[in-house]
């Protein structure tokens, strides 16, 4: 009897066992899975932040090439620009032998050519005849210019303007007259005569001439101001020549 009292109670204390058991393998299970969808996460969150920094570094890589190929392009940029300098000034000069050679061809041609022929007046025939063109007029004072000879070359200049004011070599000539006063350091009477040079002949080529020579001259006596007032007046006035080319390079050292 006694027993099968406490049967039922056994039961439910067997049943009590049971469930709990049931309940701690469900909390295991529920354990991994959790583990298992955390250790997802993370590799997920390690493979997005390795990307990341895979990005990253690609980008920075990228910053780091168009940085160098900046840099040479820079360098590039400022080599041709000192080339092409240096190629303005060789044409200038080869420019320059050209035109010198052109003039005495003139010259030695006008030294060979034949005396007019028809009357002339009684006592004018041998002057006539001995009178030299303006090609002859113009080599011949170059000539003394290069031998040192500015005050004879200033002459032969002068007589070329006044016998030939329409000579296609004028401003030219005008510009050497005012070279033999700068050879004599006469900068007030120079820089006149360069001054004149643009005031008659403003769409000479040598108008731009002259306002580089005296740019250079005003420079070179302390005159800073001045000069730059010439430079800038040169790409202002003549921004296709070549002397603007050289006054823009010099703008960006003369200072203010």
Same mark, same amino acid.
């Given at each position: 009897m006694r027993g099968s009292r406490f049967a039922p109670f056994a039961a439910l204390v067997l049943a009590g066992c049971l469930a709990s058991k049931t309940d701690i393998a469900m909390l295991q299970t529920d354990l991994q899975t959790m583990r298992a969808e955390s250790a997802r996460?993370?590799?997920a969150r390690r493979a997005q932040a390795d990307q990341l920094l895979a990005q990253i570094t690609r980008a920075n890589d990228s910053v780091r090439a168009i940085s160098t190929r900046l840099a040479k392009l820079q360098g590039d940029v400022a080599n041709d620009h000192y080339q092409m300098s240096r190629?303005?000034?060789q044409l200038q000069e080869l420019?320059?032998?050209s035109t010198r050679r052109l003039q005495e061809l003139r010259g030695a041609l006008?030294?060979?050519?034949p005396a007019a022929t028809g009357p002339a007046a009684p006592g004018d025939?041998?002057?006539a005849a001995a009178a030299p063109g303006p090609g002859q007029l113009f080599q011949s004072s170059l000539d003394?210019?290069?031998?040192?000879? @500015?005050? @004879?070359?200033r002459g032969g200049f002068e007589e070329l303007l006044r016998t030939y004011p329409t000579y296609e070599d004028a401003p030219e000539a005008m510009v050497y007259i005012a070279e033999t006063y700068a050879a004599e350091r006469n900068q007030v009477a120079a820089d006149s005569v360069y001054g004149l040079v643009v005031q008659r002949?403003? &769409?000479?080529?040598?108008a731009a001439t002259?306002?580089?020579?005296?740019?250079?001259?005003? &420079?070179?006596?302390?005159?800073?101001?001045a000069a730059r007032a010439a430079l800038e007046r040169i790409v202002r006035e003549y921004p296709r020549s070549d002397e603007a080319a050289l006054a823009r390079e010099q703008l960006r050292t003369l200072g203010r």
């Open positions: 996460g993370d590799s190629e303005i000034i420019s320059g032998q006008e030294e060979r050519a025939s041998t002057t003394q210019l290069r031998r040192g000879s @500015v005050g @004879v070359a002949y403003p &769409r000479s080529p040598k002259a306002l580089y020579k005296r740019a250079q001259m005003l &420079r070179s006596a302390g005159q800073g101001a």
